[in-house]
């Protein structure tokens, strides 16, 4: 077919080192993050120098009058905070190119398009072949970790990993999600041979066009390799609960495929059907054994050991807005383990899950000293003074000063600031963490929520993490009814008088009213914030709305953020959708079956 992008795996400046070893080091890499986190202060001093050492002839930085100094003193003294929008004139002329030194010494060659869930729309972001490096250590740090505990050896992983749809800049600088570079890179398949995690699909179905194919060959090459696959894993929690959802409807057309050695007619890519030729062969012993394996099961419990009787673990990002997915998961699992993947974003990565046998609920991430410059932004607790938090330039002003990675305390909340390989200085990643202890010298962080993600109407302020405790204190209510809340967002409606919260509820069958008037009045009442409890009692905050959505609605949204050019394994619902979010707003609007308001106040 015509049309199909072609698979140009990055070059790298060097062959590296995992290109010469069979075999990842285990023992070398654990001693190596030991002896650097024992010197944490010294490594951030070291690294920062280095960072500014190889960018000091960058336009953004010649104009800051650093003057070639690199101490933290300096640094601080002469770079400002700034968040993406402070950097977005810069991002877009490396976008447009020619190629040139703005950002950083040698010219950006890649960009990243973030997950776009939280603006509406994604970011530029840059991406460099050191900040891939990075990526690889973050990589090689935990599964050194994770394989002292869960051993595996020379297995295949059925990984649900996606591309974006591969687009250029008007500079022609290649764009794509962080994880399609990554994938692209010629270093990430060394990297998973090395660490024998090798995806049991073909590249073609990594890079096919499109998502759905992709998905089904996805299943399909698990199936063909059970007995080989030793994890399951995904980018997000959220994409590996879609492919077992989606394998609910689709298991019966994958037994045929096997069965007859021919692919389904819904593959319509020339270059995916040729290279699932190779795997598939008529096999009717494997479709019966598929076929009694899941008419055997009770509501689909323990599916996931049913397919993979060798699988040692499932492992992807489940924290943050993807705790809302572990209950699903863990319906799939069983009894395997569920580990959490690790801490970073499209600008770069923070730190490692170094204990994966904690549950994804209570994981930390241990940072990494030398990836990037860290500082962080302490937060007032103080529920009064928070109120006063509108991010305006009198706020920005009081707020207080950032300390370094080895100068947090154990038990307080701070906002993170980065400083990357890629470009980034004294960058605000927007993301709320609390210290929860030391290994060595470097802080253990929990993921508490996006900064700016905040349900707020008056005094009141409910963060993600806030919502997602409602739900689920809420979804017990349904729960009960051997039924779940598939997926759920949020709005803040100020058109009424006064305003109120919008609660949007995907529910995976018919649920009665009377039940459902009492999620509504649950919702209301999980909301805790003093802000929120006393507004409510004075009807300055109205009732809370609970708006049921028709089913396929989160589908819908998933599919608008697709066509927009981000990859499934990227993506996340949209938990607060604000005023900006206009197309997700309306699909929501637009399939709402049922409406209820809270009376429990």
Known sequence: MTGEPKINHASSDSATMLEKMEILDVEKVINEFEAMTKDAENVQRETLKKILEENGSAEYLQNLGLHGRTDPESFKACVPLVTHQDLEPFIQRIADGPPASILTGKPITNISLSSGTTQGKPKFVPFNDELMETTLQIFRTSYAFRNT?????????????????????????????ATTNVFRNSQFKNAMKAMQSQCCSPDEVIFAPDFHQSLYCHLLCGLIFREEIQSVSSTFAHSIVHSFRTFEQVWEELCADIRQGVLSSRITFSSVRSAMAKLLKPNPELADLIHRKCSGLSNWYGLIPELFPNVKYIYGIMTGSMEHYLKKLRHYAGDVPLLSADYGSSEGWIGANINPKVPPESTTYAVLPNIGYFEFIPLKV??????????????????????????????????????????????????????????????????????????????????????????????????????????????????????????????????????????????DRSFVDAGYVSSRKVNAIGPLELRVLRRGTFHKILDHYLGLGAAVSQFKTPRCVGPTNHKVLQILCDNVAKSYFSTAF
């Not at 505990?149 to 999600?177: D, H, M, V, W």
């Open 149 to 177: 505990e869960f051993p595996i050896k020379n297995g295949k992983a059925l990984q649900f990993i996606y591309s974006s749809k591969p687009s250029r800049t008007k500079g022609g600088l290649f764009a794509g999600t």
């Open 382 to 523: 103080n529920a009064e003074e928070q109120v006063q938090d509108k991010v305006d330039a009198s706020f920005i002003s009081m707020e207080p000063k950032p300390v370094g990675l080895t100068e947090v305390k154990v038990g307080e909340e701070y906002e993170v600031i980065v400083t990357s390989v890629a470009g980034l200085y004294r960058y605000r990643l927007g993301d709320v963490v609390k210290v929860m202890g030391f290994h060595n010298s470097t802080p253990e962080l929990k993921f508490v929520c996006r900064r700016n993600l905040m349900l707020t109407v008056n005094i009141d302020k409910n963060t993600e993490k806030d919502l997602q405790l409602a739900v689920e204190e809420a979804a017990k209510l349904i729960a009960e009814e051997k039924l779940e809340v598939i997926d759920f967002s949020s709005h803040v409606d100020l058109w009424t008088e006064p305003g109120h919260y919008v609660i949007f509820w995907e529910i995976s069958g018919e649920v009665r009213d009377q039940v459902l008037e009492e999620c509504c009045n649950c919702l």
